[in-house]
Every structure is written in structure tokens, then in C-alpha cells.
């Protein structure tokens, strides 16, 4: 079947081959494809097997005791999330032509989020669209985008650092749509009775002889550049992603932290700390990450459109 045409090659790949193509790729396993279709292991085979015979190309071949993809299959399985999400923005189209008020949304965002933005969206977007299903998923931003490039995910709420070099919006979100909506101000975070929590705004380098609390990985690496440009090097005592502990530590006196300010918004603020924003009025921006074409998904572009509203009234 060496010279079957292209047209012919394109009428043999099926919804349910991409599929479950996209799924052992995710999953490892035939078996695990199968469970995560809700398929049988032998309906996986089979389906395998008969594009196989169809086209005269392999997708898997058994390595061992198990199996892997082929290169065929690998390139049809980069492709999986796109088709999928093309289909669905057609099937979501049709629903709304037909007048049905239904649809799913796959939401995933990082933790200050989590107490902050999401549950706002998702009570917004019940009463808007009461027939619009949302699941939520917390993960910080490298996992969200790797999420919405799997097709676990339909929106990623995610955010960067100016000059970021582990910023998961470059190589690794090539090819998904990625649009900043906000700029988010960083705040220090000072124990009450600190010299500095009197001042409006605190000048960084005024605070070089404090221990600091860090966060994250790409937090750490954001406070490390804003020292450095400050002519210091924080002595780092302790590190929490917990922006609750983080006030706690502070409120004890134990150092002053750099932080967000949805962290900040996100729980009551503890008694014995104050947040000031830096001299440099420092931020981070937040972004919607989703696949090329999703907010054509009538309940996705719905998500999006809500979640811009919330925004831009806060």
C-alpha cells in the first residue's frame, strides 16, 4: 500500500484511530489507553490493528513485554489534540445552532488562583450558562500548558515573570493560543513592627540584610533577579509554596517574603504582617492558554469571555 494517495491515506484515520493513538501516547499502555476511553483493551487492538491493515502502516510495535508507539504513530498522536479540539468546536457550533445550552469545560490553574479567580469563574459562568460543566484541576503553569497540549485540559490559567527563563509559554506552548489578561503586583510581605512597613512602598534594597521566605522554583528565580538588580543576595532561611505559612513565618518575625497579590488575597490576612508593594511596582503577568481554535468551543469561549469580564470589574 506503498502508493496510496494522500486523499486515501486522509479517509482512512479515523476519530476513534486519533484517539486512541493520543491516549497510549499519554498513557504508556494499551491497557491504560483503554481505561482511559472507557474502551476494552481488545476494542483498543482491534482498532489498531484495522488501520494497520487498511493503510499498510503500523502505529504501535511491542518492545519487550509492552508496547510503544512507531513514528507513524507518534506523528499521528502530535496531532490528536488539535483534531480533537477541532471536532468539538463543530460538534459546539452545531449544539448552539440546534439551540441546546450544554458543554463541558476542563479548567486548570495554579493554587493562589485556586482561592481567588476559578471560584468566581465557575460560579459566574453557572449562572450564566447553567448547562456548562466545569471540572477544576490545581497545577502550577509547566504542568497546565503540558495539560492543555495533552488534551486534558481546555483552558489553562497560568502566569510568567518578566525575563523568566523557564517561562512555559515559549517552546513548550508552540502552537497553543496564549493571550496575557492581566498584570498582577507583587507585594513584600513584612512583619508589623519591621522599620520598612511604615514606608508606602519599600525600596528591595533597604531589605539585603533580612533572612527572606522563597516559594516555587520560577518564584525563587523571579526574587534571586529582582535582588540581584538591587545590588544583594537574600539570605533564604526558609521555603514554602504555602502563601499561608508564608504569613505565618513572617508574622513570627522569622523574614519578609515577595509575594503575589492574588496569595495574598486568597486567605484573611494574619494580624502580625503588612504587604507594600516594591519602589519598582514589580508584577507578574497572567495568561489564558488553550488550543488553537478552542474559544470557538461555544462553552470555552463562554469560560473565557467570563473569566475576561471578572477581570476587568475587579
Avoid at 538588580?229 to 502563601?243: Q, S, V
Wanted: proline share 5%; charged share 20%.
Amino acid at each position: 500500500m506503498s502508493d496510496m494517495s494522500i486523499e486515501h491515506l486522509a479517509s482512512a484515520i479515523d476519530l476513534h484511530t486519533i484517539r486512541v493513538v493520543g491516549q497510549v501516547a499519554e498513557q504508556g499502555s494499551l491497557t491504560a489507553a483503554a481505561e482511559a476511553l472507557g474502551y476494552s483493551q481488545p476494542a483498543v487492538s482491534q482498532q489498531l490493528r484495522r488501520f494497520e491493515e487498511r493503510t499498510g502502516i503500523a502505529l504501535v510495535e511491542r518492545v519487550g513485554r509492552g508496547i510503544r508507539l512507531t513514528q507513524s504513530g507518534r506523528v499521528l498522536a502530535r496531532h490528536a489534540g488539535a483534531v480533537t479540539t477541532v471536532l468539538e468546536a463543530a460538534a459546539g457550533e452545531l449544539a448552539e445552532i440546534r439551540g441546546l445550552r450544554a458543554g463541558r469545560v476542563r479548567l486548570v490553574a495554579f493554587p493562589s488562583a485556586s482561592a481567588t479567580l476559578v471560584p468566581r469563574l465557575i460560579a459566574a459562568l453557572a449562572a450564566e450558562h447553567p448547562g456548562v460543566t466545569v471540572t477544576y484541576v490545581e497545577a502550577e503553569p509547566p504542568e497546565a500548558v503540558a495539560a492543555v497540549r495533552a488534551d486534558r485540559a481546555d483552558v489553562a490559567i497560568t502566569f510568567s515573570y518578566p525575563g523568566d527563563r523557564d517561562d512555559p509559554h515559549r517552546a513548550s506552548a508552540r502552537g497553543l493560543d496564549v493571550q496575557a489578561f492581566c498584570d498582577e503586583p507583587m507585594q513584600l510581605v513584612l512583619p508589623e513592627g519591621h522599620p520598612a512597613a511604615t514606608s508606602d512602598v519599600v525600596d528591595l534594597a533597604t531589605l539585603a540584610d533580612d533572612q527572606w521566605i522563597a516559594g516555587c522554583p520560577r518564584c525563587r528565580g523571579h526574587l534571586l533577579e529582582l535582588t540581584d538588580a538591587a545590588g544583594f543576595r537574600p539570605r533564604i532561611a526558609f521555603e514554602t509554596d504555602n502563601f499561608v505559612a508564608v504569613e505565618g513565618m513572617v508574622a513570627q518575625g522569622l523574614g519578609v517574603a515577595l509575594q503575589p497579590s492574588l496569595a495574598l488575597a486568597a486567605s484573611q490576612r494574619h494580624p502580625g504582617v503588612v504587604a507594600r508593594p516594591t519602589a519598582r511596582a514589580d508584577m507578574r503577568s497572567l495568561h489564558l492558554v488553550t488550543a488553537g481554535g478552542a474559544d470557538r468551543v461555544p462553552a470555552v469561549g463562554a469560560a473565557l469571555s467570563v473569566l475576561r469580564g471578572l477581570v476587568a470589574a475587579s
